[in-house]
């Protein structure tokens, strides 16, 4: 079961919703079904033996490759 990330075109707001096959999402906030799946990141488990360095981190604000461009990434402060 896949965990997904969506945002919903009537009210704005972003979520997860884990979906199971006979899932039909739909936004906790308004109920609406007219949603917008988002390209979400993962996290990555190092080894034993691998340092710090390995693990991966978000890239820096503007450069992430959000659609909306620079300034709407939603880890902007």
């Known amino acids: 079961m896949p965990l997904y990330e969506y945002a919903c075109h009537q009210c704005g707001r972003q979520f997860e919703l884990l979906v199971r096959s006979d899932t039909v999402p739909a936004c906790p906030t ?13 996290a990555v488990s190092v080894a034993a ?6 693990l991966a981190a978000p890239a820096p604000c503007g450069s992430c490759g ?7 990434c939603r880890y902007d402060a």
Do not use: E, V
Not at 32 to 42: C, E, N, P, Y
Not at 66 to 72: F, V
């Open 30 to 42: 308004c109920g609406a079904q007219d949603l917008r799946k988002l390209l979400s990141t993962f």
């Open 66 to 72: 959000n659609p909306g461009g620079p300034g709407s």
């Open 49 to 54: 033996g691998g340092g710090a360095s390995m």
